[in-house]
């Protein structure tokens, strides 16, 4: 039969259905990662307190934002791990090209980070509750209601952050397996922009990047920011793997 005839649909199709039978285990890390943090999450991200005459007043504040940052580093590290030689080699069990085995991969890569993404918001509530029933007496604030709109906007941006972060980890390895020198250079230059960070106090590319993304207060911008760069990234790691030799 010949090659020209095989549907391309349908072979992503039984490629990313074959990942997801095939990495289960990504879930199974993402559970374990977001208990962690939710450990961590039980020490207060903030506190302040006064005191007079006899009297002192404590204040914490708990946030679920440590669940959604370790949420963002699994993601991160889940992106690097399916674009590795290993998953790219599994993909040659079907008749395939690594176009279908990119788009696959991002596919069964976005299941994975929506599904991080709505568990991390879930894990705040799950946050508060708990100190609820912890601290309930000693609560100054009773409000944990949460508008459905609200919360929407919340799973939404979270899922676009987790996303974000996840398809980035995919385009720094199909980076590091075009040369093995990025490997020990990304890192050098990571640990370069945070030095300047601390020389421009807060004015570096770093800042520039967080204020780009995180500063907007249009959910709606702030979509179409991470959806271009999304896309920005997938095109790169597509163009930067058909450099690579065949079975690299």
């Known amino acids: 039969m010949s090659l020209t005839s095989v549907n391309a649909a349908e072979i992503i199709k039984k490629q990313y259905f074959y990942k997801l039978r095939a990495h289960y285990g990504i879930f199974t890390s993402l559970f374990i ?128 952050y987790v996303t974000l972060f996840g398809i980035f980890g995919y385009a720094v390895a199909s980076l590091t397996q075009l040369n093995k020198i990025f490997i020990f250079l990304l890192p050098l230059i990571f640990i370069g922009l945070l030095f300047v960070e601390g020389k421009t106090n807060g004015q570096g590319p770093l800042s520039v990047v967080f204020r780009f993304f995180a500063m907007e207060s249009s959910l709606f911008l702030f979509a179409i920011k991470v959806i271009v760069v999304i896309g920005i990234l997938c095109l790169t790691a597509t163009t930067m793997s058909n450099k690579l030799e065949v079975r690299r």
């Open 33 to 160: 990662t977001q208990l962690v943090a939710l450990a961590f999450s039980f020490m207060a991200s903030g506190s302040m307190g006064s005191g007079g005459e006899g009297v002192s007043i404590n204040v914490s504040f708990y946030t679920g934002n440590v669940i959604i940052a370790f949420t963002m580093l699994w993601a991160f590290i889940s992106g690097v791990s399916m674009n590795s030689k290993l998953v790219r080699n599994g993909d040659f069990s079907f008749v395939t090209n690594r176009l279908t085995s990119h788009v696959s991969s991002l596919a069964f890569l976005l299941t994975t980070t929506v599904v991080g993404g709505i568990m991390a918001m879930l894990g705040s509530s799950l946050l508060k509750t708990i100190i609820y029933f912890l601290k309930g007496d000693s609560i100054l604030n009773h409000t944990y209601s949460i508008p459905v709109i609200e919360l929407l906007i919340g799973v939404i941006a979270t899922i676009l």
